[in-house]
Every structure is written in C-alpha cells, then in structure tokens.
C-alpha cells in the first residue's frame, strides 16, 4: 500500500550560493530555491567570507554557516520561513562583532 506521504522525502540541498541580495539552494531533485538575504539577518550582516563560508550536512537537510552561527533547514527554506531570531538575541550577537559588521555600499 502506497501512499503520496509515504513517497515523499525530505527536500536535500546539492550546492549553496550566497550572493549580496540573495540565497540560492539547488536542490538534489532538480529545483532551486531563491530568498532574499534580508530574511536571515546572521547572513545579511556577515562578510562575503563568512557567508560562504558554510556546511551542508544530514544528507543536504541543514545548511550551518560557523562563523555566524547559522543554521536553516531545507524544508524551512521551501516553505518560505525567514529568521526567527527575536531582536534583543540579534542586536547582541551584532554588538559581539565589533567590526566585521557588514559594510554598506
């Protein structure tokens, strides 16, 4: 007995692309998700080199940047969830940055 639920996976990135605007996951199954940076504010304030700087792990389920101490999901990604980070936990890490804050153009 098949079921839709049963057949399907849970959505797996191949490759990440961190832009100035925007983050772009190309999935295993062929799609490609599109969202703007300012969703994740840890990514929209690192530098190019922490931005890039990332891990895909769980079998492409988690995308974790160290240096900034983030971490998405795959599924949140697709289903268009943005940051949850409150604002007191975020003016506290960008306090803690000191001057790798990102520059404006």
């Known amino acids: 007995m098949s079921s839709l639920a049963a057949e399907q996976k849970e959505p797996r990135a ?14 295993v199954d062929g799609r490609t998700i599109i969202v703007p940076l300012v969703w994740y504010p840890r990514l929209w304030h690192g530098t190019p080199e922490e931005r890039n700087h990332f891990e895909i792990f769980g079998d492409g389920t988690y995308i974790h940047w160290p240096d900034l101490d983030e971490d998405l999901t795959v599924a949140g990604l697709l289903a268009g969830f943005p940051s949850g ?5 975020l ?15």
């Open 14 to 27: 191949r490759s990440v692309a961190v832009s100035e605007e925007s983050l772009t996951v190309d999935l």
């Open 85 to 89: 980070e409150n604002p007191q936990s």
């Open 91 to 105: 003016k506290s890490w960008l306090d803690g940055r000191g001057q790798k804050k990102r520059k404006s153009k």
